[in-house]
Nanobody
Framework: QVQLVESGGGLVQAGGSLRLSCTAS????????VGWHRQAPGKQRELVAS???????SYVEAVKGRFTISRDNAKNTVYLQMNSLKLEDTAVYYC?????????WGQGTQVTVSS
């Protein structure tokens, strides 16, 4: 299966921006839907944004207008541009996909938003 590696996390002040990258070990074009998820301490992992092979995207209400997911199939990479970050965006961010009933995740990248 295609393996995913996230990068781009870090510490940022509220109102700042970060761009996360999710790079696949093989052809990301083979994956129809790739999602960015996040998990804050003590909370369940939640889907933040997803994008189809053709570029159709969807977002959870909490990040609409602030986050943008994009996909470069030629570079085997999915991005998550995060603007106007809030304290509540602090979490470990994972990219992942599902195939044949199995979920595959990267190792995650920590995003910490400070006041």
């Amino acid at each position: 299966q295609v393996q995913l590696v996230e990068s781009g996390g870090g510490l940022v002040q509220a109102g700042g921006s970060l761009r996360l990258s999710c790079t696949a070990s093989g052809s990301i074009f083979s994956i129809n839907v790739v999602g960015w998820h996040r998990q804050a301490p003590g909370k369940q992992r939640e889907l933040v944004a997803s994008i189809t092979r053709g570029g159709r995207s969807s977002y959870v209400e909490a990040v609409k207008g602030r986050f943008t997911i994009s996909r470069d199939n030629a570079k085997n990479t999915v991005y998550l541009q995060m603007n106007s970050l809030k304290l509540e965006d602090t979490a470990v961010y994972y990219c992942g996909y599902s195939t044949s009933g199995t979920d595959y995740w990267g190792q995650g990248t920590q995003v910490t938003v400070s006041s």
